[in-house]
């Protein structure tokens, strides 16, 4: 998200609040960290990059400081060498799980019934 937008959540030019949801939520890795970490529970950074090998280490980087920045995610850094970071959902991140878990069967029916018919690829 732009920076000039990152105080938009706090506006009232929304017309339903479901919007304030998609803003802070929207993003090409931000569902796939809350998801991890709402069903794998804390995580560090290398252990995420793992997770998503296709995201780069900086993309991964803002994702994780906007959704800190939001709220959703806790950073926690343990004074050790080299320093070890965790990263965890926050009391209001983690009442996302029943939300994501509501898109991932909607997904699943979504995507049963978009390809019942199709011939398979054998």
């Known amino acids: 998200m732009p920076e000039d937008r990152t105080h938009k959540v706090s506006c009232s ?11 802070i939520l929207s993003g090409k890795w931000i569902p796939l960290i809350v998801w991890t970490l709402s069903t794998e529970g804390t995580k560090r950074f290398g252990e995420l990059r793992k997770i998503m090998p296709s995201v780069t280490q900086k993309m991964l980087t803002q994702q994780l400081r906007t959704l800190e920045k939001r709220g959703i995610v806790s950073r926690k850094v343990y004074p050790e060498v080299p320093p070890v970071v965790e990263y965890s959902l926050t009391e209001i991140g983690q009442k996302l799980l029943p939300i994501l878990k509501e898109f991932n069967g909607w997904a699943k029916d979504y995507l049963s019934t978009r390809n019942a018919g199709k011939p398979s690829a054998d």
């Open 13 to 23: 030019s929304y017309v339903y609040e479901v919007e304030v949801a998609f803003e």
